[in-house]
């Protein structure tokens, strides 16, 4: 979090929080949404400037509902998620590993995010549950790890790169006991593996303890 942004909050504590204003897409945008966008339910206008766009980067968070939000100086603005905290893109460095390549995931704060499971919802959208490296952008403080949207365009690259049909296809036809479903993986083409489950989108939220919609009045027993 930014010092500044630290001196701001301390001088100005009890500023009201902010909500439905911001929204992070399903292609990793953050999104002004004004009373107009609010009100018909349009997905707001993206936010081009790039001093604004590493401002959001360096102060997004998660408050203890699971709850992620920008800290706007003394303002808390919370996030309106399409999906998840985070989206990732994906490339693949067939330099990595002595030469036998490895994918590289960067969420849209500019941190590479270090995959431990990939989810293939009911859509065909492609999730994974992993932590983010490096401190060029926010700190997650949710106590669940964190979880990413790959981004559309980047479904194709990892067919390429890894055996996302069979591992789907397993996963299908495997056993609905426990062991089974947790012996399936995705094969990287370098011959890594990942956990891989099948999921259904609308119980990610609560799996992985984040909030898609902030609502001023929530509260948890």
């Known amino acids: 979090m930014d010092e500044i942004v630290r001196q701001a909050m301390a001088k100005w504590p009890n500023v009201p929080h902010c909500y439905g204003w911001l929204a992070l897409d399903r292609r990793g945008q953050w999104r002004m949404r004004d009373d107009a966008a609010q009100a018909a339910g349009a997905p707001g206008d993206p936010i081009r400037h790039a001093a604004l766009v590493a401002f959001i980067a360096r102060n997004y968070a998660c408050d203890d509902a699971g709850r992620w939000y920008f800290q706007n100086g003394p303002q808390r603005v919370y996030v309106s998620l399409a999906y998840a905290p985070f989206v990732v893109r994906l490339t693949w460095d067939a330099a990595a590993n002595g030469g036998r390549g490895a994918p590289v995931l ?116």
């Open 106 to 221: 960067t969420d849209q704060l500019g941190r590479v995010f270090v995959p431990q499971a990939c989810l293939l919802d009911e859509d065909g959208n492609v999730a994974f549950v992993g932590a983010a490296s490096g401190a060029q952008g926010g700190v997650a403080s949710s106590e669940k790890a964190p979880l990413a949207l790959l981004h559309d365009h980047d479904i194709d690259l990892l067919t390429q790169v890894s055996d996302l049909a069979q591992a789907f296809e397993v996963a299908q036809t495997s056993d609905d006991t426990a062991d089974a479903k947790g012996a399936v993986r995705l094969h990287w083409r370098n011959g890594d593996a990942l956990p891989f489950a099948t999921v259904h989108a609308g119980t990610l939220p609560q799996t992985y303890g984040f909030e898609r919609n902030p609502q001023a009045d929530v509260s948890r027993t």
